[in-house]
């Protein structure tokens, strides 16, 4: 889909639309350099996920997953975040009715403005207590970027061991974000996929309920995943090019009015 070609049906379904839900992956934080898991460099492909996105890897070298995460938070702090991630906060600002829901663990989507958002998989800047199960911010705490048994992170109000709170391999998205999720499929006229294919938790429920209960379903993404045969329009494109020049077409439409 090049510069002038972007359908006219399209630009008028997101104009006239009120109730927006745009649901965001890995993609999108890939093109603020931040890796995915699977290509991440260096000290993660060393370790088998099983070792470090499962509970059951964790309790069994506590030390090893945190420094992981530790690492992660800083390869998070050195990332910026991209014109997709931009574009999705003004759409917020736009639109009566809004939820950004992500599969990413980072903050970029905040940093670019983003208030109205629910997150699937956690938050890489939390721990929460393994036996209270409160939830801090580790960027109010002083910790070490390496950790030993000693200095493992414990609870401010318990004392007990904390976890990354992140969604592991084996555990359910927490009941909240997904609740608010499918409030949103359930309501809205318009779903925007970008940057995921659709294979971790929910996506592939979301888009197809979505289209079901009538809104226009479209997908930014550079190749096909298991969305796209729900999509009403899908821009073959990175979304940090394409989201810009669609929101564009979309405002320059308004003013026009
Ligand atoms: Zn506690």
């Known amino acids: 889909m090049g510069n002038n070609e972007l359908p006219r049906d399209l630009i008028e379904a997101m104009r006239s639309a009120k109730c927006v839900f745009v649901f965001t992956g890995a993609g999108a934080s890939k093109e603020s350099g931040l890796p995915t898991f699977r290509e991440i ?34 390869q998070i702090a ?43 998989h956690g938050d890489a800047w939390q721990m929460r207590c393994l036996d209270c199960g ?24 318990c004392g007990g061991l904390c976890r990354p709170n992140i969604v592991w391999f084996g555990e359910y998205v927490p009941h909240e974000a997904m609740a608010a999720a499918l409030d949103m499929v359930s309501r809205c006229d318009l779903m925007l996929i970008v940057g995921t294919s659709g294979e971790v938790s929910g996506g592939y429920g979301f888009a197809q309920q979505a289209r079901a209960n009538g809104a226009t379903v479209v997908e930014i993404n550079p190749s096909e995943g298991v969305l796209t045969r729900y999509a009403h329009f899908w821009v073959p494109e990175p979304a940090g090019l394409a989201l810009p020049r669609i929101w564009k077409s979309v405002t320059d439409r308004c003013r026009a009015q």
Not at 86 to 94: D, F, L, N
Request: net charge negative; proline share 8%.
């Open 41 to 74: 460099d260096g000290e993660w492909t060393r370790h088998d996920p099983m070792t470090f996105a499962t509970f059951e890897g964790f309790i069994s070298n506590p030390v090893k997953v945190w420094n992981l995460y530790r690492l992660r938070q800083r």
């Open 78 to 120: 050195s990332a910026q975040p991209n014109p997709a991630h931009t574009t999705i906060a003004e759409m917020e600002q736009y639109y009566p009715e809004f939820l950004l829901c992500t599969q990413n663990v980072d903050d970029l989507h905040e940093r670019a403005g983003s208030r109205k958002i629910v997150k699937l």
């Open 134 to 157: 409160k939830i801090f911010d580790t960027r109010d705490f002083d910790l070490p970027d390496e950790f030993t048994e000693e200095t493992l992170p414990k609870c401010p109000k």
